[in-house]
């Protein structure tokens, strides 16, 4: 069975960088069956998609709507990857999930999520 | 990008009834790449049915999805406790992925 935990700072300020970390166990991120990805949930709001990273780390894809503020990596070795989310404003306060998809675009296992509050 | 519509955004049942819920995109989803999502209160988004049609594992076959192009429906045929819950469409046809705003399947 696949889990996913996410990890990070649940306080962020104003303009600074968001950095979550993904765990994942159950699979290997560096397997290449599946894409690592980022989705966030404004409070009581619907779902957005922020990107994935694939082929080992050697190819991802971004939202537009985020592409110039998101970085999706990972560390193999630890069967982890991240999302780095620069300029961050209270717009950003959510609460981030990681997920495995299935390519493309079938998210099949989620980690629990792990709110993000962005204040001063 | 799609936009996704779903209707209606509550809907208020009774155990053993039955659930309707609409997905309407804004341009045709291309090879009924659509996915469906359970969400209850404090909890992840579960993924329930995917291509539209087909069941994710574990699933009842209370649940069932249809629907081509524009318009989807998931349907749950007979209302469990546990399927009252925020139910969610997305679509993976064109990217960005994109999500629907979400029915909230209520106990009436």
Redesign the interface.
């Known amino acids: 069975q696949v889990q996913l935990q996410e990890s990070g700072p649940g306080l962020v300020k104003p303009s600074q960088t968001l950095s979550l970390t993904c765990s994942v166990s159950g699979a290997s991120i560096s397997g290449g069956d599946y894409y690592w990805s980022w989705i966030r949930q404004h409070p009581g709001?619907?779902?957005?998609?922020i990107g994935y990273i694939y082929n080992s780390g050697r190819s991802s894809?971004y939202?537009?709507?985020l592409k110039s503020r998101v970085t999706i990596s990972e560390d193999t070795s630890k069967n982890q990857f991240s999302l780095d989310l620069n300029s961050v404003t209270a717009a950003d306060t959510a609460v981030y999930?990681c997920a495995r998809e299935?390519p493309?675009?079938?998210?099949?296992d989620?980690?629990?999520?792990t709110l993000v509050t962005v204040s001063s | 990008e799609i936009v996704l519509t779903q209707s209606p955004g509550t809907l208020s049942l009774s155990p053993g009834e039955r659930a309707t819920l609409s997905c309407r995109a804004s341009q045709s989803v291309g090879s009924s790449s659509l996915v469906w999502y359970q969400q209850r209160p404090g909890q992840a988004p579960r993924l329930v049915m995917y291509a539209a049609s087909s069941r994710a594992t574990g699933i009842p076959d209370r649940f069932s999805g249809s629907g081509s192009g524009t318009d989807f429906t998931l349907t749950i045929s007979r209302l469990e406790p546990e399927d009252f819950a925020v139910y969610y469409c997305q679509q993976y046809g064109s990217s960005p992925w994109t999500f629907g705003q979400g029915t909230k399947v209520e106990i009436k």
């Open positions: 709001k619907g779902l957005e998609w894809y939202n537009p709507s999930y299935r493309a675009g079938i998210l099949v989620w980690g629990q999520g």
